[in-house]
């Protein structure tokens, strides 16, 4: 079984749509990312949690939100989708008590606003 | 600004035909410097951690190594499943816990 799970793999929505995708990891990893990746651009940061009761703004989080509901769980929201939000999203997760801060990443969610 | 750059951004290679691809960052204080290999549609999957300059790590027909100013993975005698988008990310004193990630390198390998 996969580590970290991201649903739904693949979206198509409207335009002005609310959206939620979800990510669940089982490494007992205290912290959770959501980026998103456009051909050229690489991986960009929405946002971040180092605990649960920790959010915090990556560098493209206009648009975003987030819910961290446990541990193991960490929700991004799309409160109005618009096209040029068109892209893949990867949730990652990494170990506090790691001295490398390596990330592990899930899957992946295509999203489609039309 | 810290800027993490790679290149080249595709490099198609024959079966057999070793070759480098390179990472440059410019970052106050480099923390930890990372390689990941992505499978199109897929999510990026960790390959190595570089700390320090001069330090080296392999697995199988990669070797990533370090300086003050870039790394380099090396592939040695690639196969084709060795296809794919290679991804270095650093970790920085100014931003500890958060990765910034390189646009990556399209590796082909062709039979």
């Known amino acids: 079984d996969a580590d970290v799970t991201q649903t739904p793999r693949n979206r198509i929505t409207k335009t002005g749509k609310r959206i939620m995708l979800e990510c669940s990891q089982t490494k007992g990893h205290d912290r959770m990312y959501w980026y998103r990746q456009d051909p050229g651009l690489g991986l960009r940061l929405i946002y971040y949690s180092f605990d649960v009761k920790d959010i915090n703004k990556g560098e493209i989080s206009d648009g975003y939100s987030v819910s961290r509901q446990a541990q193991a769980k960490f929700s991004l929201s799309l409160e109005s989708a618009i096209p040029n939000q068109t892209a893949l999203y990867f949730c990652?997760?990494?170990?506090?008590?790691?001295?490398?801060?390596?990330?592990?990443f899930g899957p992946g969610t295509r999203l489609t606003v039309l | 600004e810290d800027q993490v750059t790679q290149s080249p951004e595709a490099l198609r290679l024959q079966e057999g035909e070793s070759s480098s691809l390179n990472c440059s960052y410019t970052?106050?204080?480099?923390?930890?410097l990372f390689w990941y290999r992505q499978d199109p549609g897929k999510g990026p999957e960790f390959l190595f951690t570089?700390?320090?300059a001069g330090e080296e790590k392999e697995k199988e027909r990669l070797k990533a190594t370090l300086t003050k100013k870039e790394s380099f993975l090396h592939i040695t005698a690639p196969k084709p499943e060795d296809s794919a988008t290679y991804l270095c990310?650093?970790?920085?004193?100014?931003?500890?816990?958060?990765?910034?990630f390189g646009a990556g390198t399209q590796v082909v390998v062709t039979p």
């Open positions: 970052v106050s204080g480099l923390r930890g």
């Open positions: 570089l700390y320090s």
């Open positions: 990652a997760t990494s170990d506090l008590a790691s001295a490398g801060n390596e990330q592990f």
């Open positions: 990310a650093v970790d920085t004193t100014d931003s500890w816990g958060k990765l910034q």
